[in-house]
């Protein structure tokens, strides 16, 4: 991201990953960036280096949806008004079941986006 950024870096990372992944994502923050933390699908924590935001005047915050439940209602009915009036395009990739092991190293690898379906 530094590369693409000129040395900059970004505004915002989104880690809903951890380990070494949130660790990057975090390290291409730019000066006064924002991290946010919503996942572990690693299964291993983020881990923070605090003088890196001491210096770098940045902020980390965490995020669950669980925090958000009151409103859950509102957003569900926004997102379904988006889709009903064609403004939210849903990445869907499909594979022939037979070729299950494909799709399935093809996510392994991330060569995918949105939802995978298999076709009986």
């Not at 991201?1 to 990372?13: K, L, N, P």
Request: glycine share 14%; no cysteine.
């Amino acid at each position: 991201m530094r590369a693409a950024t000129d040395g900059q870096g970004v505004a915002a990372s989104f880690d809903g990953v951890g380990g070494r992944v949130g660790a990057e994502a975090l390290q291409a923050l730019a000066v006064g960036g924002i991290g946010v933390v919503y996942g572990e699908a690693s299964g291993e924590p983020t881990q923070l280096i605090a003088q890196q935001l001491l210096w770098q005047h940045q902020a980390v915050r965490g995020y669950s949806l669980f925090g958000e439940m009151a409103h859950i209602g509102f957003y569900i009915t926004e997102l379904l008004g988006y889709f009903q009036a064609s403004q939210l395009q849903l990445p869907v990739q499909t594979y022939p079941v037979t070729e299950v092991q494909t799709a399935q190293r093809n996510m392994e690898s991330r060569r995918t986006q949105g939802k995978v379906v298999l076709l009986f």
